[in-house]
């Protein structure tokens, strides 16, 4: 059974850090790509970052500077580096696993609040 859990989120104030973290289980993990994508209230799920098996990263817009995806194989682990956090960056956090477009696996998320 694949699972990717999501753990790391909170309540920070605006210009403050979190590091989201997803573990995973099931796959071998070295063969996805992984993602994190997120959503706010009301708005559709947006991606946020992604990296490939060969550690190729890709950002939003609204976030490059400020948040890093990482990766360690050996731990079955992807990070985001959250810095700077704004209030906007409020949301669910969600773990994405993909690979050759046919496996497909989402975790439960985690929620990221900023605010004062």
């Known amino acids: 059974q694949v699972q990717l859990v999501e753990s790391g989120g909170g309540l920070v104030q605006p210009g403050g850090s979190l590091r989201l973290s997803c573990s995973a289980a099931?796959?071998?993990?070295?063969?996805?790509?992984m993602a994190w994508y997120r959503q706010a209230p009301g708005k559709q799920r947006e991606l946020v970052a992604d990296?490939?098996?060969?550690?190729?990263?890709n950002y939003a817009d609204s976030v490059k500077g400020r948040f890093t995806i990482s990766r360690d194989n050996a731990k079955n682990t992807v990070y985001l580096q959250m810095n700077s956090l704004k209030p906007e960056d409020t949301a669910v956090y969600y773990c994405?696993?993909?690979?050759?477009?046919?496996?497909?696996?989402w975790g439960q998320g985690t929620q990221v609040t900023v605010s004062s």
């Open positions: 994405h696993a993909a690979r050759l477009r046919i496996y497909d696996y």
């Open positions: 099931g796959i071998t993990f070295r063969l996805y790509d």
């Open positions: 990296i490939t098996t060969g550690g190729s990263t």
